[in-house]
């Protein structure tokens, strides 16, 4: 499986980006996709999540209701409906798939990242 990211960009604070992650390859053991970010300096952390088929969705507190991710599986492609964005949110944003085994999920494959800037 590989990923690739792209819409990062330079963002005034109060804007939108929409961020996508193209997937290829074999998807068949997939059970998941999702979005993480790292700050200079910081963990990275996750910011949304997504079940294959988008049954399920999981946020970080932090963006809740201003972040939307979502599935085109006709495209196998993944994206990241980003508004309302904060300087705070600056990073290098990661998309990964992961596959499910035995109640736990694995990471399978990472993409590269996307830089995100948001000036105040």
């Known amino acids: 499986v590989q990923l690739v990211e792209s819409g990062g960009g330079l963002v005034q604070a109060g804007g939108s980006l929409r961020l996508s992650c193209a997937a290829s390859?074999?998807?068949?053991?997939?059970?998941?996709m999702g979005w993480y970010r790292q700050a200079p300096g910081k963990q990275r952390e996750l910011v949304a999540a997504i079940t294959s088929g988008g049954g399920r969705t999981n946020y970080t507190d932090s963006v809740k209701g201003r972040f939307t991710i979502s599935t085109d599986n006709a495209k196998n492609t993944m994206y990241l409906q980003m508004n309302s964005l904060k300087p705070k949110e600056t990073a290098v944003y990661y998309c990964d798939a992961e596959a499910c085994y035995g109640g736990r999920f694995f990471d399978v494959a990472w993409g590269r990242g996307t830089q995100v800037t948001v000036s105040s």
């Open positions: 390859g074999n998807m068949f053991s997939i059970n998941a």
